[in-house]
């Protein structure tokens, strides 16, 4: 080895041996993060700041990016699908609650596990004399489902295939439907069903049946035209979405997010309530 490449050599190594220099160059200091602005608990425009977005989804990602020296600022940016538009262009890092979608595998990379499962339950009127305890006990009877849920692919195959169910624009226009006779049930999350009966005032109209017939993951994608898209963030926050479900945070940040939602209804009551959309 010549004088000039061993000097090379040697700069070289010395510059991989400094401490934390490879993390540091890899590691992105600030996250910008967008996602559902209508879906308590789990993410929903804040009424004090509406440019922000606060929720269970956005409670447990700031925990996680604290962990991992990272600040994140979870925005606003539209509806459902002007959200999508803005993390698949680049100009935000990340969806924080992302259902998984095949066709969007080109666009983003999703962290497993997911950040957050949801729940979707049967809800019924009070008094119904429908049966059930596993989807097949649907057959036969006619449902409801907002054409903003997002479910598994799986389940929507089978739906498709195995069940009659009336589309409505929203959850709000599904339980309406429900209340009315129209249909006799209504398939909505756990959460945002008992947050739109409530803002619908049908608390004491309607019941859910306790055994989910689908668990579609909420998860975090970030954006293949983000700059902080890199290996050592994807492991990093992988290895914290395996830990969360063992540390208990999810559920007692979801209880506090069902609270903070509530509350936030009743300090506005001459406002007309927003129900949750999907």
């Not at 929507?156 to 226009?173: G, P």
């Not at 599904?174 to 005032?201: D, H, I, N, P, T």
């Amino acid at each position: 080895m010549d004088l000039h490449r061993r000097l090379c050599f040697s700069l070289w190594l010395g510059l991989a041996l400094l401490p934390g220099l490879s993390v540091a160059a890899g590691k992105c200091e600030r996250l910008v993060v967008t996602g559902s602005p209508d879906a308590p608990p789990y993410l929903w425009q804040d009424p004090q700041n509406p440019k922000q977005l606060i929720g269970a989804s956005a409670d447990l990602l700031q925990q996680v990016a604290k962990d991992l020296g990272i600040k994140v600022e979870l925005l606003y940016a539209g509806k459902r699908s002007q959200a999508l538009d803005e993390a698949r262009s680049g100009r935000m890092d990340m969806l924080a609650d992302a259902p998984l979608n095949v066709s969007e595998l080109e666009n983003f990379d999703y962290i497993h596990p997911p950040l957050l499962e949801n729940d979707y339950l049967v809800w019924t009127r009070k008094g119904s004399t429908l049966v059930y305890s596993e989807a097949k006990d649907l057959h036969g009877h006619t449902g409801g489902l907002s054409e903003k849920s997002r479910m598994t692919s799986a389940f929507s195959t089978f739906a498709e295939q195995q069940l009659t169910l009336v589309r409505t624009a929203n959850l709000t226009q599904a339980f309406q439907k429900l209340l009315l006779g129209e249909v006799e049930y209504v398939l909505a999350g756990r959460y945002s069903g008992m947050a739109a009966a409530q803002a619908l005032g049908m608390a004491n109209d309607l019941l859910a049946f306790e055994q989910p017939i689908d668990r579609p993951g909420l998860f975090l994608a970030i954006s293949h035209n983000s700059a902080c898209n890199d290996p050592w963030l994807r492991g990093q926050l992988a290895k914290k979405m395996t830990e969360l479900p063992a540390s208990g945070l999810t559920e007692t940040t979801l209880q506090r997010n069902i609270e903070r939602w509530k509350a936030q209804q009743q300090q506005a009551p001459q406002q007309p309530v927003s129900a949750p959309k999907q």
